[in-house]
Every structure is written in structure tokens, then in C-alpha cells.
């Protein structure tokens, strides 16, 4: 059986990320290993998230560059370079996964696809409750969702049933929106081929689509994974966005052109 490697980004918010490293060791699949990308934490929540990792029944790496802006294509494509994975989970720091999240990914993954998942949306409220609290939401039986989702402190509750979709699952081949790396699963050989994330893409926005839309060109198709493999995906402020426009302009030359596939600054720079 293949490794799966995961990939959590993460910036100077430890306490969510101690709740997303929570989630994934009480995963039902062991074969994994996770390897933290911080894009630029200040030194003492260093600290503080390495101390969760100490002592971990799954293999733990952290990777870390300075901060200079937003740069989550970058710490990505560092974390890549460090995998041993034959399988890449993209999910960010402030999302928290269920229990079965590996071993669904795992049954959803087949040569040639990525897979996006879905998330579920927290209330700013919610959050500062699950976070204050340090609540395991991971460890909770979908009635309390249910209420949950009564009590509007989450944004849908059919994120949560699996459907057995079958062909469903292969209806958007070419679909790029809505596959976000808070929740993506691509193999490896597929992210090499396009040379990972363009690291052109700098400040918030469309470094992921712009990935997706490379893959897509490749040749790689697009499975469902909605309604299989949900996240929890942490309330936050919105990031800088005075770099979105650019970054936008950028994707949309790319998607006409269906000769652009390998990324022009990638991730070949940090494999030897």
C-alpha cells in the first residue's frame, strides 16, 4: 500500500494547527506521513507548533521559509520536494478532518485524476468556541453536526453523508473551480510533471486553480470528491487580496492556452 503524504499549510495560527494534527493521528489509515509548510510563522508559534508534533506516532517534518508575504505556492512546492509520498493530500492548518479522511481519500484516488473534496464552513463564533474550548470536533457523531448546522454554526450538513456517486464522480473532467488545496488530492508524478505550483503566483489567489488548470491541460482529469471527503474548515479574517487582479489576469491567459502546463518557477528548483 502506497504512502500518502500531507501537505498542512500553516501561518502563525498554532492553535488551529494543533487541532488540524489532532485530526489526522487518530486517522483509521496509518499510512501517511504529514509534513508541515509554515510560510513564514514568527519564531516563538514556531515553537509552540513544533511541540505538538513532539512525540507523534506518525512521521512529523516541518518545513519553514521567511516571511515575506504570502507565499503558499512556494512553502507547497518545498513541502513536496521533502515528501516520500506517492500521493499528495493538500489541506490547510485551520482545517480539521474526520477520522476517515485518509482512507476515503485513499479509495477515491486512480491514475490520471486529481481529487478535490469538499469543507464545511465554521461561524466566526463557532470558531473562537472550537478554538477556546479546544473542542474535538473530529471526535463527534454526526448528530451533533446536525445540530450544529440548526443552530447556523455551520454553513451545510450534506458535506458530512457519503454518496456512492459511481460515474457521477467523472462528469467535469475539465472543471477547475472549486478545487481548492484546503482539500486536494493529486499524485505526485502528476504535480512533478507539471512542475508543482507557479511560484509567480504571489499574495492570496488562484495559485491552486492555476495548478488544477495545468494538470487539466496535462491531460489530468478532474473525480469528485465531494460528498466523500469533507473538511472543517476554521472561521478567518480575509487575506491581503492587492496582488488578486494580477494573479486573476495571469490564470485566465493560462486556461486559453492549452499548451501551458509546466509552471515557469516551481518546485523542479528545490529537487536535486
Not at 513564514?40 to 514556531?46: A, D, H, L
Not at 512556494?74 to 520536494?81: F, G, M, Y
Not at 484546503?182 to 505526485?188: A, R, S
Not at 472561521?235 to 487582479?245: T, V, Y
Request: charged fraction near 20%; charge should be positive; include cysteine.
Amino acid at each position: 500500500m502506497y504512502l500518502i503524504s500531507v501537505v498542512i499549510t500553516t501561518y502563525n495560527w498554532p492553535s488551529a494547527l494543533s487541532l488540524c494534527v489532532e485530526s489526522l493521528l487518530v486517522q483509521q489509515d496509518r499510512n501517511f506521513e504529514i509534513i508541515i509548510a509554515d510560510d513564514g510563522s514568527s519564531e516563538n508559534n514556531i515553537k509552540i507548533a513544533k511541540s505538538y508534533c513532539s512525540g507523534s506516532p506518525i512521521s512529523i517534518s516541518y518545513i519553514h521559509h521567511d516571511d515575506k508575504g504570502f507565499r503558499a505556492g512556494t512553502i507547497r512546492n518545498k513541502a513536496v520536494a521533502a515528501c516520500r509520498g506517492e500521493y499528495l493530500l493538500f489541506i490547510d492548518g485551520d482545517c480539521i478532518v474526520l477520522p476517515d479522511f485518509i482512507a476515503k481519500h485513499r479509495q477515491l484516488a486512480l491514475r490520471g485524476f486529481f481529487v478535490p473534496g469538499n469543507r464545511v464552513l465554521l461561524s466566526q463564533e463557532f470558531t473562537q468556541e472550537v478554538i477556546q474550548q479546544h473542542l474535538e470536533l473530529y471526535a463527534k457523531p454526526i448528530y451533533y453536526f446536525i445540530l450544529l448546522w440548526l443552530q447556523k454554526k455551520i454553513n451545510r450538513l450534506l458535506g458530512f453523508f457519503y454518496l456512492p456517486l459511481g460515474l457521477l464522480r467523472y462528469l467535469q473532467p475539465k472543471k477547475w473551480k472549486k478545487a481548492m488545496t484546503c482539500n486536494l488530492g493529486i499524485w505526485k508524478s502528476d504535480f512533478l510533471m507539471v512542475n508543482g505550483f507557479d511560484e509567480l503566483f504571489e499574495g492570496w489567489g488562484y495559485e491552486d486553480s492555476d495548478l488544477v488548470i495545468r494538470l487539466i491541460h496535462a491531460g489530468i482529469k478532474r473525480k469528485e470528491g465531494r460528498f466523500a471527503v469533507p473538511v472543517l474548515h476554521l472561521w478567518h479574517s480575509q487575506n491581503d487580496k492587492s496582488n488578486q487582479d494580477i494573479n486573476y489576469q495571469r490564470l485566465m491567459e493560462r486556461s486559453n492556452n492549452l499548451d501551458f502546463i509546466i509552471a515557469k518557477k516551481g518546485v523542479s528548483q528545490y529537487i536535486e
